[in-house]
């Protein structure tokens, strides 16, 4: 029999009028649609969560940091000695510039947020703006109300932060330096306990004008972070002006600065051996490694979903057989070969793989093109917040979808949907002519 012959018949069967297999092979398809559409809004999401934290976490950050290896000294902002003067921060950051990147020394410290009489603790991020120029630090796109100016006595805060105290534009705040407060007790050697210093001075936390609001749209850092000039910070904390704790570095492309890098610590090595290095993908290896770890066992999983489809095929397929059973003794007595025969039920898996996996993709593709308005109708039917910020930490649900995942998702689907049709194709070539056109 000819291969168009076989495509016909199996394509005639497949289609079968109005009855029990013909309900029966709709199921079959629908579990197919909705399987592969599973599939493709899961990894999508997947994906384009992590796409998303990856634009994050380089737009709140930088693509490397620089820092003295750190030794602990109550005196110093987080109880780090590693702290670059103006002088070595410079030279740190021409270092950089020879290299093919850009660095900005900035000073990172954990500080005690106080509003009244309600204490919180922070992170502080002090920079000086002019010399950054706005290309790297994307604060003057992230503020939301009011201006960026980071000039003497003025602080931005976020707008998680503004809405958790009651606070606006032109308000002022009180910060707490750990330097100061490491100050006022100390341990007693004799007991081991902790006292009153008796080198304790009296000091005044201090004083910030609010001149605006930001948001980078991560909750995570927005919650915790304010922004403050270099000189305020260094102030702050006492030390010298242009002192920093930091030394973040930019390149071209973050995904492929490996080159970049291993030329980098050999330039800082010989500068000196007490720095270290960090690139953005070290600092967060492990939620990166998790989420894509978590992709891979999603699929897996899923997968499933589409195997049971093709056992629901296999289902189907086994009543065509039998209600075939004359058809096909006929076709094997007018010639056709068992492997013939075998075709046309394994054509028929690959037709309900094909069909299937086609509505799979446009139902995964509508559904991740209007997720946001199918969580709107969650929450308004019922009454919660599907997508908290506060949990997830973005304002709406990402999603990304990888043309080379929905090609891989489609070709698994019509492989197990065709393999699904094996043992009813086997079934029907081994019937017997004679004992099939008995009742004939």
């Known amino acids: 029999m000819e291969l168009g012959t076989e495509i016909f018949l199996a394509w005639r069967y497949f289609k079968p009028k109005r009855s029990a297999v013909s309900v029966i092979t709709l199921i079959s398809i629908i579990g197919v649609i909705l399987g592969v559409a ?8 997947m994906t384009g969560f992590t796409d998303h934290l990856k634009n994050k976490l380089l737009e709140t950050g930088a693509h490397a940091q620089i820092r003295k290896q750190i030794r602990y000294t109550p005196q110093m902002p987080g109880g780090s000695s590693g702290v670059f003067t103006e002088e070595e921060a410079e030279e740190v950051c021409e270092t950089v510039k020879n290299n093919g990147g850009d660095g900005v020394p900035v000073l990172v410290s954990p500080v005690l947020l106080q509003v009244n009489d309600i204490f919180a603790p922070k992170a502080l991020i002090a920079y000086n703006p002019g010399q950054d120029k706005g290309k790297r630090i994307p604060l003057e796109k992230a503020v939301r109300s009011g201006k960026l100016s980071l000039k003497k006595d003025e602080i931005m805060v976020s707008e998680v932060i503004a809405g958790q105290y009651g606070l606006r534009t032109g308000d002022k705040i009180l910060l707490h330096s750990p330097t100061h407060l490491s100050r006022l007790v100390e341990r007693d050697k004799e007991t081991g306990r902790y006292k009153v210093s008796d080198k304790a001075e009296m000091y005044l936390p201090g004083e910030y004008t609010i001149t605006g609001t930001f948001s980078f749209d991560k909750y995570d850092f927005d919650k915790d972070i304010m922004f403050m000039g270099l000189d305020a910070g260094d102030s702050l904390f006492n030390l010298d002006y242009g002192s920093a704790t930091h030394v973040y570095v930019w390149t071209n492309d973050p995904f492929k600065m490996d080159p970049f890098t291993e030329k980098l610590k050999f330039s800082l090595y010989n500068m000196n051996p007490n720095l270290e290095m960090h690139t953005w993908k070290d600092m967060h290896s492990r939620i990166l490694g998790v989420l894509e770890v978590e992709k891979n066992m999603q699929f897996f999983l899923l997968i499933f979903i589409v195997l049971v489809a093709a056992f629901s095929i296999a289902n189907t397929l086994i009543t065509t057989v039998i209600q075939k059973t004359r058809e096909i003794g006929l076709l094997k007595a007018m010639g056709t070969s068992s492997a013939g025969v075998m075709r046309i039920f394994l054509l028929q898996g690959f037709f309900v793989g094909v069909v299937g996996s086609i509505g799979g993709v446009l139902l995964g593709w509508l559904v991740v093109i209007y997720r946001m308005n199918i969580l709107a109708a969650m929450r ?9 910020k506060e949990v997830y930490l973005f304002r709406e649900l990402p ?14 689907s019509i492989l197990l949907c065709t393999c699904g049709a094996l043992l009813p194709a086997l079934r029907a070539a081994s019937l017997d002519p004679a004992k099939a056109l008995r009742y004939e």
């Open 380 to 388: 308004f039917i019922s009454g919660q917040e599907i997508f908290p």
């Open 399 to 412: 999603a990304h979808i990888i043309w080379s995942d929905v090609a891989v998702i489609t070709i698994i």
């Open 38 to 45: 599973v599939l493709i809004v899961v990894l999508a999401v």
